[in-house]
Nanobody, 122 residues
Framework: QVQLVESGGGLVQTGDSLRLSCAAS????????MGWFRQAPGKEREFVAAISWSRVTIDYADSVKGRFTSTTDNAKNTVYLHMNSLKPEDTADYYCAASLIASRNKDEYIFWGRGTRVTVSS
């Protein structure tokens, strides 16, 4: 019903910036809140950010507040995660997901992309 494809990951140095993209396709994508999650090796998938297509709802994990910004381009059905001042602890596979409600809980998200890898060297 909804397909999500992340892109934009890569290898960067501490302090660098990176922009991740999540292209959404399928039927009635506007019904969903978009979330960003990340998962480091050996760790659980954790919440990063969430944004509604209307941009009324925007939420960030404390660990990324002030550094990461999520935006939408509704004409392109794409959401972005602008990551600034990257730290080694930001290293993870980043996933976008779609939920019917705004939530930090990964279990609320119905559709997931396959992820894009971000590596921040120290």
């Amino acid at each position: 019903q909804v397909q999500l494809v992340e892109s934009g990951g890569g290898l960067v140095q501490t302090g660098d910036s990176l922009r991740l993209s999540c292209a959404a396709s399928g039927r009635t994508t506007s019904r969903y809140v978009m979330g960003w999650f990340r998962q480091a090796p050996g760790k659980e998938r954790e919440f990063v950010a969430a944004i509604s297509w209307s941009r009324v709802t925007i939420d960030y994990a404390d660990s990324v507040k002030g550094r990461f910004t999520s935006t939408t381009d509704n004409a392109k059905n794409t959401v972005y995660l602008h990551m600034n001042s990257l730290k080694p602890e930001d290293t993870a596979d980043y996933y976008c997901a779609a939920s019917l409600i705004a939530s930090r809980n990964k279990d609320e998200y119905i559709f997931w992309g396959r992820g894009t890898r971000v590596t921040v060297s120290s």
